[in-house]
């Protein structure tokens, strides 16, 4: 059973109005141009194409943000290795390290020099032996606490050894023990840039 | 089909209108409280969530060597931290299988990284707190080799730190700082506003994986690096020179010794060597009195290397020429002193000495009367402008002036005025002593010391650091000339002096056996400060070298100084390939009869 609210008295059959009277409209005026098609049309697939174009901007922004941070991860890396390297170098290029491996290889400051002008080709000086000079100092004396690496020197003898073998190997004098070595001297900033050779003089530093 | 009583649809149209609207109010009045009122508490408190800030060290900039060479740069340490409340054994993926590492285990490979026990390391890694440290300071390739070990709980903050790649070569000139970062001593301090760079900012916001949020606001500041000081030392013939140097010291059982090498026609030290060698890498290993260097900071009566200005001062006043007659006596006493008697450092009869001989064997009695013919007070001037009592100006912190006493004091006291000549009563460093013969040695030109060629940016241009002295003419350059001639014959002639000589070069100086007053007794003691400084080539001065022994104990002369002047200015020369002299001395007589 279903109630009906009623908003007011059922009206007779003669309280009906007449039948409406049935006219045509014309509907042109309400029905859309193709032109305002067209215009509706474009902004639509407009708004949709900014939507989407919005949406893979984002998408691409936001990897290229991942990868931003993988390759800050990556640079960070990689300044660490060159700081480790760096460290590496350092020691091995430090004066303490080479005087060691000078050392090792039987080398020995000599405390008598001799000087030769090219000119008259005299002699300054008695040639003496480094081993019998007096004032010597081959051992290393200055500490060095930062020297985090030291150039691997194994016995004169055997990296000769080693150096002979390894220029037939290879057709270059490289010894596993000296690398290192000369690696050093080749990194390590010289304290005169350049040597001028000047005729019938001796070897001169450009500043003297 | 029933129908409902009908009612007024417009009363309760409006009701319904009215509570819309009120709703509609409430809900407004909300909005604009949430978007206006608190808009801006609720977003900060929001942005604090998000919004992580954290500081740029800037890094600290390299002091270098007259060659570009580093002996000051910063790198990045590292403090490895834990939170404890999360420590736990892991999963670690070993050869493509995942194996699981306990707590104890992970301590031992950690232990056996950062050099302590296994115990050790466990204690700071068990508990319930969010923060532990577990060792700190740790070098880069530690800090790689720990995270090798894929340990989840371990965390890494980053810290700049100071390293020194040759150790102790300049040790004493560099300075060093504390583990905050702190410049302490040296060039480290002196130039701080030049090395010291400024940190900067970075805020950003991060999303619950840490990752920034893309266009999210980034507030920047960019940390600005310290500039670069670059000095005048040679670090390979300060790494020579400190050899030599502790070697002998050591050899001489003797306190403490300097050297120091002064490019002549620029004034540049190039080497500034102290022995006992200092770290900077580690000066808690040092005494804090060898943290410094000697060569500037302290002063001592040099002695007989001060008979040099007395002969350059008689010359240039016009007293004597390098060959005027003196008799030196063993002793002579000082007139109106009260008895106060001089004598030479061995005993002798009167001895016909030139000026050249009184330096050549440096006696005490021919040096007073030398002295003697220049009126006092013009002896006072020409100490002065030789640099005695005034600042160097090289631009090393706490360089000393020395002492010469006020003209008032030399006035009232004759001793003062008379053992002066001879190097007593006055105080020099080793770097004023050494400035003392370049003037000579640079025609008669004094110049100001220079340390620090200067600050340079991060677009290699140099801004000088130290303020510039005016050059000061000491003596005529013919007096600068004759006094060369007197310091060669020391060399040549010597019975000492001759030690110092370099085959193939012509070279001047003169020695020096100080006294040293022992301050229990206010007496000279036993002891002496022995030095020998020189120049070469003599016939074109290009270097000084000055070497000091303080407190010698084997050898009481300057003969323990001059194997280390004779060592070191060969190797000046031979590094800066100065070709051997071609001419001879000059004809000078030592001697008269």
Known sequence: MSTVRLTQAPRSARQLPDRASLRSINLSGLTSSPSSRVVVATITLGAVAIAIFQLLLHIATSS????????????????????????????????QNLANAAEKLGMISNANPVFLRLEDQKVFGKPKAA???????????????????????????????????????????QAAGFVAVKANVANTPSAVSSVVSTSGGIPASPTH | ??????????????????????????????????????????????????????????????????????????VFKYDVNAAPDIVAPFDRTVNGQKVLISVEQAATELA?????????????????????????????????????????????????????????????????????????????????????????????????????????????????????????????????????????VAK??????????????????????????????????????????????????????????????????????????????????IPHSNGYRVTDSHVHGNEKLTVAGVLRDSSNTGAMQIGNLVPWQTRY???????????????????????????????????????????????????????????VANKGVRLQPQLIEGCIDSSGNLTKVTKDKAPVRVVTEASAKSTLDILEKVVEEGGIGKHAAVPGYRVGGKTGTAQIIDPNTGRYGNLHAISFIGLAPVDDPQFVVAVTAYKSRTVSNSLGATPIFKAIMSQVLRTYRVPPSTTKSANIKTEWK
């Not at chain 2, 920034?212 to 500039?227: L, M």
């Open chain 2, 381 to 439: 001037t020409y100490m002065q402008r030789f640099g005695v009592g005034s600042m160097p100006g090289s631009g090393f912190p706490g360089e000393s002036a020395g002492l010469l006493n006020t003209k008032t004091t030399w006035g009232n006291d004759v001793v003062k005025r008379y053992v002066s000549t001879f190097g007593q009563g006055v105080s020099v460093t080793p770097l004023q002593s050494a400035m003392m013969y370049q003037a």
């Open chain 2, 252 to 333: 001489l059982r003797a306190d403490w010794g300097t050297a120091v090498v002064i490019e002549v026609k620029t004034g540049k030290i190039l080497v500034a060597a102290d022995a006992p060698s200092y770290d900077p890498n580690e000066p808690s290993k040092s005494s804090v009195e060898n943290r410094g260097s000697r060569v500037f900071r302290t002063s001592f009566e040099p002695g007989s290397t001060m008979k040099m200005v007395t002969a350059a001062t008689a010359i240039d006043a016009g007293k004597v020429t390098p060959e005027s007659h003196f008799i030196a006596p063993f002793g002579m006493t």
């Open chain 2, 112 to 248: 056996a990284l950062f050099g302590q026990t296994q115990p050790e390391v466990l204690a700071k890694l068990i508990g319930t707190g969010k923060y532990s440290q577990v060792a700190k300071a740790v070098d880069a390739s530690v800090y790689r080799q720990i995270k090798k070990l894929d340990i989840p709980w371990l965390f890494y903050d980053p810290r700049p730190a100071r390293i020194y790649p040759n150790g102790a070569v300049a040790g004493g000139i560099l300075g060093f700082l504390d583990p905050d970062g702190l410049p302490l001593e040296g060039i480290e301090v002196a130039q701080n506003a030049c090395l010291a760079g400024k940190d900067g900012e970075e805020t950003f916001e991060k999303g619950v994986d840490g990752i920034k949020i893309p266009s999210s606001a980034i507030t920047t500041k960019a940390a600005v690096p310290g500039k670069k000081i670059k000095l005048t030392i040679n670090a390979d013939l300060q790494y020579f020179a400190q050899q030599i140097l502790t070697a002998n």
């Open chain 1, 131 to 173: 081993l019998t000079a007096d004032g010597r100092v081959s051992r290393n004396l200055v500490p060095n606490s930062a020297m985090i690496r030291t150039s691997v020197i194994a016995d004169p003898t055997s990296t000769l050894a080693a150096d002979a073998t390894n220029t037939v190997a290879t057709g270059t004098p």
């Open chain 1, 64 to 95: 290229s943000v991942y990868e931003l941070s993988h390759l800050q991860t990556e640079k960070r890396e990689l300044t660490t290795t060159t700081q480790i390297l760096g460290q590496q170098v350092d020691s091995l290029a430090s004066q």
């Open chain 2, 1 to 74: 089909m029933t129908y409902l009583t009908p009612g007024d649809p417009k009363r309760r149209l409006r009701k319904i209108q009215i509570s819309v609207v009120a709703i509609a109010v409430l809900f407004g009045a909300r909005l604009i409280d949430l978007q206006i009122i608190e808009a801006d508490a609720i977003n900060a408190k929001s942005y604090s969530n998000r919004a992580v800030s954290r500081v740029l060290p800037s890094l600290r900039g390299d002091i270098t060597d007259g060659a570009n060479k580093v002996l000051a740069h910063t």
